[in-house]
């Protein structure tokens, strides 16, 4: 329920600010492959994954306009400033980024406890895999405030943890 809670007040929001932008992004989403645009995050997902990432050229429709880089940006700038407005208001959003963060977050604890309780030498690496939609809401439930949203591509978190030994004194 909160997800569903977070996603109407996101969309909300959106279609009231930033109309206009909706209706630029509508144009194009459309024959892209995204029937139903209710967040620009949606647009940036899509041309990332179909065009970005592929190396592909963007899109360009019948008019002979093309879609831009810029268009790209002001998309995820606004995705961005949606959820920096979000965050601290939405009780939906704040609880949904910490059930969503919480897997990792408990796994990292329980990691740190374990290294406390070990008295051997306990020099190994845990990876934990991703995508933007896993890193934002654990930074934004640690309370980092000065982030990139979405993170920049290839974007990586980590906690780096050192236990000492105590070595006998000759």
């Known amino acids: 329920m909160t997800r569903d809670q977070f996603l109407s007040e996101r969309s909300k929001l959106y279609l009231d600010r930033y109309a206009d932008l909706h209706s630029d992004l509508k144009i194009v989403a459309k024959p892209i492959g995204i029937p139903h645009l209710s967040h620009p995050f949606e647009f940036v997902d899509a041309i990332l994954e179909t065009y970005a990432c592929r190396r592909l050229p963007l899109p360009c429709f019948e008019n002979n306009e093309c879609i831009s880089l810029d268009t790209i940006n002001i998309a995820a700038k606004t995705a961005e400033d949606l959820i920096r407005e979000m965050f601290p208001k939405s009780q939906h959003i704040r609880r949904l980024y910490a059930a969503e963060s919480y897997p990792i977050a408990n796994a990292v604890v329980k990691l740190i406890d374990e290294l406390k309780q070990s008295s051997k030498d306990t020099s190994y ?27 920049p591509y290839a974007s990586r978190l980590v906690f780096e943890v050192s236990t000492f030994i105590k070595l006998p004194l000759f």
């Open 125 to 151: 690496i845990r990876v934990f895999s991703g995508h933007d939609i896993t890193i934002i809401p654990l930074l934004l439930t640690m309370g980092l405030k000065n982030i990139t949203i979405p993170p």
